[in-house]
């Protein structure tokens, strides 16, 4: 075995990988969140659309997208098979178990993986896959000379179901504990705990949990109320 | 047989270094045809094992233990000695020398001891190259500390875990032989029989504790160091693993117990609780230095206590009697440990004892805690603090200082000792005594050898504090991989020893037919309630004050304990599978041979010295008496069912002044 | 008191094992291992096999004992291990389940009685400073700063007892492989030959089958000595550092 395979699937290896991944898909969910928040101004989807068209289209962009499924992919497999080994590692279980020497997140990555991997596939099937796959109508934009795909009303149609927007908010909490344990368990992984500096990692990460998925929800409870008629936002 | 120490000639300071440069080697190549058996992983036994190793010997190493890890050295607390003279404080080879044969009341041997004093140095250095962490000063230098007995500093420490420290860097050396090769581990092994043939010992029988078979191991000799009996008292501060059987096992076949009487009681531990206790726990010597030792003067009060009607606080300071500064003025609650012991002892005899068992004395830091408060009141410009203020900065203090063992203390005994005076009593801690050994550490048989609290050489009738650490590593790293090269040197034409030979199938059915024994007696009673009887025999009759009425009576008890033993004992389970209540057994029935002997060395000497007081022997003051004309002697015994025989060693001091210890 | 015991019973390592139930009167002054001797007594006056279980030293110190009490390795107080444990920590009625350390790793050999030479073999692989007897300089020749050695000491008080695998959802290793990694590396006695000791250490700990670490921080909460996961951040950061900025292949 050459250094580098021996490194990569030894047991920092591989949690190397979970962590650079999982970091990588943080700042993925930071752009992404800042694109979606365009859905709140009050244009009829101008903006977001344009911004929809921009994402699926300029080729940088395209190449970072494949970069990030690969990532996705790569933390989910990689996560799944370590956690198949892990249980395989602790055998068998504590016939008394007890949550006060760690959080329930931590022990539950897995799980929360899952869940927010399913949710993906959901996300994914509703918005990305109708959108290379199905015909959505295009619509004018100002100020560009060239029609773009109507994703906005898309979004409109679908978060005007409360289902979906329900599986959107299971799917939301899931990630914030994911991120709870995550966000600072990638750098501890890289070997980054300071006693001055690891303060301020897991309070950025305690923001980043809530901040992230409640910015992300807003969107879907907006769209839903504005449909069922609780307050008015979008003229 | 005449007793040979083996001592080299020369002046006091040169005899080690002359030896050890004109000393028959053994050379690489024969080395790596020698086996050599280590057993026991101690500080003294990981030490040999790894230094032999290193040296190209083919060792073969045992413990008992799941790991060689958990060797009770590991549970020293305070420090180990050395002549480094690091704090200028006057200290050297000679006064460190000189300590320690004082400290053992002139019963061990001068040239043995100054040899300790001078490999001390080098112990220090080989630790820290292994990357034991001592403590240190802010400059980065190594930090020291004084310890009971003596006027320099020369003790390192790592925090209250030294043992553990230095344990773990025998252990880390063992382990790289290991990985080498050039040792092969065996744990869960128990030695359980030394087999001789022609006279030399080549090898042992062991069990291994997993399967329960037993197995042959041969050697070109065997190594012991399997530390001290302390638990033939039952209740100790040893491990409760820690017992005699290797040692009198290879007692049984030939070689002598030296010195088994002397007994290092330690002052400060915590008092025994009821009658299930199982264990003591020491609390590290250095709390003398700052907690004051009393007992109510008033026999009622005492009572009152007993009962729970009152504590500690609620006796004025006109009723409290504190006894070692009224005995020992200039010492005070300093004196060293024997005389602290039965100082205790004393004072709970007459009634005056503070625990419902009526066996305990306070340490009490109230002082202490005032002391200490009003002086850091002052250092932070409090001029007028009240009492309150004083006492909180005080016990601050005294948390920087003692924080581990107060809270080791509280876990123990739910006590909270910032509030309420301490409660201790003196415990079995040590046996200075072990197999006698020459200046070579090898045994009358000859081949095999005996390292650290295994063998008698080099604290005489009393351990200073200390000096256990220094003596299990001196043995291990410094002394025995060349005195070993005395008898090797002579064995390099000898083939490897095979395990066919008739010798071995002699000694390994005895010792499956005594397993086999031990199970079928299925009595009614348990090993471990033996074992308590065993122990407050010992306890009563051998412990801390001796006299020949008791302990004659003691003997006939002993024997008739052991022949219930043998007839009554119940052992649960079979000889060929995990069975620790067998093992316990094999265990409880060498010291019940061993306590006899102790009794009768305890009989023979007719004087008080050290860890051992004859009630007989005191000045009219109470203090220990010695009589040097008569009994300068190292007392080794040779094991014989009916009557054991003593043979004796007289000790010569060319190089220091017999003087009787006053601490008045 | 009167308690009620679930404890663990396991003839040998091939038995699927199963719970036991014994009623035992304690009182609140014994150590838990004593009210584990008073079981043990009772059991060995009806003639039945006692409960295996490993102790040793009773002073919190050796790390041979091991138990799983109540869903918690050495039982519910911080910092101490089960012999240091006392009934004072428990009360009249109270029913406590026993168990052994459970991970793949440390395979049960009797009851309680698990076998832990993994550690010893994760020690051979490199847990050492390569100095023979006799080649020592100075002691005092290296001044190290205080904090610095104070900081490996913390390392160093790790007493093998193996509750952070016990621990560890995972069964992993990590936090007792960290802390001789950092006892040895953080001394300038050790630093010379780190490389290949991280390489090989963690080598060894992967082929003996531990699980791993997923920064629970669960092992850092059960340590009985309290021994810190920042020592698992610098296992992981030399391990990458010497696989990836070192010459030394392992």
């Known amino acids: 075995m050459s250094w580098l395979t021996k490194f990569l699937t030894s047991s920092i290896g591989r949690k190397l990988i979970m962590s650079l991944t999982g970091l990588f898909l943080v700042l993925f969910l930071i752009v992404h969140l800042a694109g979606n928040l365009q859905l709140l101004i009050n244009d009829q989807g101008a903006t977001f659309n344009a911004y929809a068209y921009t994402m699926t289209h300029n080729p940088l962009i395209k190449f970072i997208a494949y970069g990030n499924y690969f990532f996705i992919l790569l933390h989910a497999v990689q996560g799944i098979l370590l956690a198949i080994k892990n249980r395989q590692a602790k055998g068998s279980k504590y016939a008394v178990s007890t949550n006060k020497t760690a959080s329930w997140a931590s022990k539950n990555m897995a799980l929360l993986g899952i869940l927010i991997f399913a949710f993906l596939c959901i996300h994914m099937g509703d918005f990305w896959f109708k959108m290379k796959f199905t015909d959505i109508p295009m619509v004018a934009v100002e100020g560009l000379d060239y029609k773009v795909a109507n994703l906005y009303s898309k979004v409109e149609a679908s978060f005007a179901q409360w289902w979906i927007v329900l599986i959107y908010l299971i799917g939301l909490l899931a990630l914030a504990y994911h991120l709870q344990h995550g966000f600072q368990s990638a750098f501890q992984t890289l070997g980054l705990n300071h006693k001055k500096y690891t303060p301020l990692i897991h309070s950025l990460g305690r923001i980043f949990s809530i901040v992230l998925p409640l910015g992300y929800a807003i969107i879907p409870i907006l769209y839903l109320g504005n449909s069922m008629g609780w307050w008015t936002w979008f003229g | 047989m005449k007793l040979d120490a083996k001592i080299p000639a020369g002046s006091l300071a040169e005899k080690w270094t002359k030896y050890r440069s004109t000393m028959d080697l053994v050379a690489p190549n024969n080395k790596r045809r020698i086996d050599v058996i280590v057993v026991g992983t101690g500080l003294a036994g990981a030490a040999a094992a790894a230094t032999l190793g290193e040296l190209g010997y083919n060792v073969k190493a045992f413990t008992f233990h799941d790991s060689p890890r958990r060797a009770h050295s590991i549970a020293a607390q305070g420090g180990i000695n050395a002549a480094k003279n690091y704090q200028n404080d006057g200290d050297s080879v000679y006064r460190l020398f000189y300590d320690t044969i004082k400290g053992g009341d002139y019963r061990s041997r001068e040239a043995n001891v100054h040899r300790l004093a001078e490999v001390s140095r080098d112990i220090i250095d080989q630790c820290v190259a292994q990357g034991v962490p001592f403590a240190r000063e802010y400059g980065g230098l190594l930090a020291n500390r004084s310890f009971g007995g003596v006027q320099v500093s020369r003790t390192f420490y790592a925090r209250g875990q030294t043992g553990q420290q230095l344990l773990l860097g025998a252990y880390q050396a063992l382990s790289r ?488 | 008191m009167k308690l009620t015991l679930k404890v663990w019973r396991q003839d040998n390592t091939q038995d699927k094992g199963r719970f036991e139930t014994h009623q035992v009167v304690a009182n609140e002054h014994m150590s838990f291992l004593e009210m584990m001797d008073v079981l043990n007594e009772s059991l060995i006056a009806e003639k039945k096999v006692p409960v295996a279980f490993e102790h040793d030293c009773r002073e919190g110190i050796c790390g041979t004992c091991n138990m799983v009490i109540n869903g918690r390795p050495h039982g519910p107080q911080k910092g101490t291990t089960v012999c240091q444990l006392h009934m004072r920590a428990f009360k009249d009625g109270d029913t406590i389940v026993i168990e052994p350390w459970r991970a793949t790793a440390f395979p049960v050999i009797k009851d309680l009685v698990v076998d832990r030479s993994a550690f010893d073999r994760i020690i051979e692989a490199g847990g050492y400073i390569s100095v023979n007897t006799g080649q020592a300089q100075d002691a005092n020749a290296i001044p190290i700063e205080k904090d610095l050695s104070s900081q490996a000491f913390d390392a160093a008080t790790c007493i093998g007892c193996g509750a952070c695998v016990a621990a560890c959802p995972n069964g992993s290793a990590m936090l007792f492989t960290s802390a001789k990694v950092a006892h040895l590396g953080l001394l300038p006695q050790g630093k010379v030959e780190s490389s290949k000791r991280v390489q090989s250490m963690v080598s060894q700990m992967d082929e003996e089958g531990f699980g791993l670490c997923s920064n629970t921080g669960a092992c850092e909460a059960e340590c009985p000595k309290e021994i810190s996961i920042v020592n698992i951040a610098m296992l992981n950061r030399e391990y990458m550092s010497s696989v990836l900025g070192s010459k030394v292949t392992v």
């Open chain 2, 177 to 664: 032989q290991i990985s080498t090769g050039s040792v092969e581990m065996y744990n869960r092994h128990e030695m359980l029989d030394l087999v001789k043939i022609d006279g030399k010992a080549r090898g042992i029988i062991a069990r291994n504790l997993l399967t329960g078979k037993v197995e042959r191991f041969a050697a070109h000799c065997v190594v012991l160091a399997t530390g001290g009996y302390g638990n033939v008292f039952y209740l100790s501060t040893n491990a409760m693993g820690s017992n005699v059987t290797a040692a009198w096992r290879a007692v049984r076949r030939g070689a002598l117990m030296a010195n088994p009487c002397y007994t290092q009681i330690h002052p400060t531990c915590v008092p025994v609780s009821g009658e299930y206790q199982s264990k003591l726990t020491l609390m590290s010597e250095s709390l003398r230095n700052d907690g004051r030792v009393w007992v109510p003067k008033k026999l009622e009060d005492a009572e009152a206590i007993r009962q729970g009607k009152k504590t500690g606080l609620d006796i004025p300071e006109e009723d409290r009697d504190y006894y070692l500064e009224r005995r020992y003025p200039a010492f005070g609650n300093l004196v060293p440990r024997d005389v602290a012991s039965r100082a205790a002892k004393v004072a709970c005899d007459e009634g005056n004892g503070v625990a419902p068992t009526g066996l305990a004395v306070f340490l009490d830091f109230a002082s202490a805690i005032q002391r200490y408060g009003k002086s850091r009141a002052h250092s932070a410009g409090m001029h007028n603090p009240n009492k309150e203020t004083i006492t909180k900065l005080g016990k601050e203090v005294i948390k920087e200082k003692y924080g581990n063992l107060f809270q080791m203390y509280e876990k123990i005994s739910g006590e909270n000792p910032y509030e309420y005076p301490m409660k201790i009593y003196p415990a079995v801690h040590y046996t200075m005594g072990g197999l006698w050994v020459d200046y070579n550490l090898e045994t009358n048989v000859p081949g095999l050898f005996a390292l650290g609290e295994a063998n008698f050489s080099d604290h005489g009738a009393n351990r200073l504090g200390a000096s256990a650490l220094m003596q299990g590593l001196a043995d291990g790293y410094f002394v025995i991989p060349y005195t070993i090269g005395q008898f090797l040197s002579k064995e390099i034409r000898t083939p490897k020893i095979e395990t066919s030979a008739p010798e071995f199938a002699e000694a390994e059915k005895a010792i499956e037919t005594q397993l086999q024994k031990l199970i079928d007696i299925k009595g009614n009673q348990s090993v471990e309630s033996f074992h308590r009887r065993l122990g407050k025999i010992m306890w009563e009759y051998c412990g801390m004050s001796r006299n020949a009425e008791g302990l004659k009576k003691a003997r006939t008890m002993i024997r008739e304990l052991r022949d219930e033993f043998w007839k009554d004992v119940f052992v649960p389970g079979t000889v060929d599978e995990f069975n620790p209540e067998l093992e316990k057994a094999g265990r409880v029935a060498d010291f019940m041979e061993l306590g006899e002997v102790m009794i009768l060395d305890a009989l023979d000497r007719n004087e008080s010295c050290g860890g051992h007081f004859r009630e007989e022997h005191k000045t009219a003051e109470g203090e220990a008496l010695r009589r040097d004309e008569e009994y300068a002697y190292v007392a080794a015994w040779e094991w014989d069912e009916k009557e054991p025989k003593m043979y004796k060693e007289e000790l010569s001091f060319d190089n220091v002044e017999l003087k009787t210890r006053s601490y008045k």
